[in-house]
């Protein structure tokens, strides 16, 4: 553990509690891409197979556990509870363009061809793209709600702490894990463009704040 890991932990934490927020705020799931949130059940869901037979940490664990839970529970409530503002005709990227990329991917560069090890890659794919559906939607709307753009700048802001994370290792500890390093960084340039209007706006309002 680390600063930038730690700092980066808590800004994908404050994503889920922030659009779990603007849910319970609005009632409403507009804006929202109800394919990307499925996309998330599926990564942690593969990821995080080893639960309960590979402890780490009591840290580790509660991580594990909160992300598994929040993201079926924000798919539950998306699909249940708010279907009806769920905006399906805007929410139309074809997921299994990511997911059948990402399997293939995951079968032929993985560090071990086991089952576990397979899932841990696939779902390390899978996360760098799991956010264009909802980039697509962002897309076609022209325009996101202050809050959802909160939730997309924590997202951002964790996966591009992560690189800081891995830099961190490599000349501290030696470790550099290139498969997640690479699909860090592909995740973080996806995201480049929305951080930095996100970012220009801010500057812009605060610019605007009677001194």
């Known amino acids: 553990m680390n600063i930038f890991r730690l700092v980066a932990d808590l800004m994908h934490l404050a994503s889920i509690f922030i ?3 603007k849910i319970y705020k609005t009632k409403s799931a507009s804006g929202i891409s109800f394919k990307t949130q499925v996309l998330y059940v599926v990564v942690f869901l593969t990821r995080y197979l080893d639960l309960f037979t590979n402890f780490v940490s009591v840290y ?11 993201s079926i529970y924000i798919v539950y ?10 905006q399906a005709s805007l929410d139309t990227f074809k997921i299994e363009y990511l997911v059948i990329p990402s399997a293939i991917l995951a079968l032929i560069i993985n560090h071990k061809f086991t089952i576990m090890e397979i899932l841990w890659t696939f779902s390390i794919y ?5 956010i264009l559906p909802q980039l697509f939607q962002l897309q076609r709307t022209g325009e996101a709600e202050t809050i959802t753009s909160h939730y997309l ?19 501290a500890e030696g470790v550099l ?22 970012i220009t706006k801010v500057i812009r309002g605060y610019q605007k704040l009677p001194i």
């Open 153 to 171: 700048f924590a997202l951002g802001a964790y996966r591009a702490l992560y690189i800081f994370n891995w830099i961190y290792r490599f000349f």
């Open 77 to 86: 409530l998306m699909k249940f509870k708010l279907q009806a503002t769920w």
């Open 177 to 198: 894990d290139w498969i997640a390093v690479v699909a860090g960084i592909v995740q973080t340039l996806l995201y480049s463009d929305f951080l930095y209007l996100y």
């Open 126 to 130: 899978l996360e760098s793209v799991a």
């Open 60 to 70: 580790n664990t509660i991580m594990k556990i909160f992300f598994i839970s929040s």
């Open 19 to 21: 659009l779990l927020i």
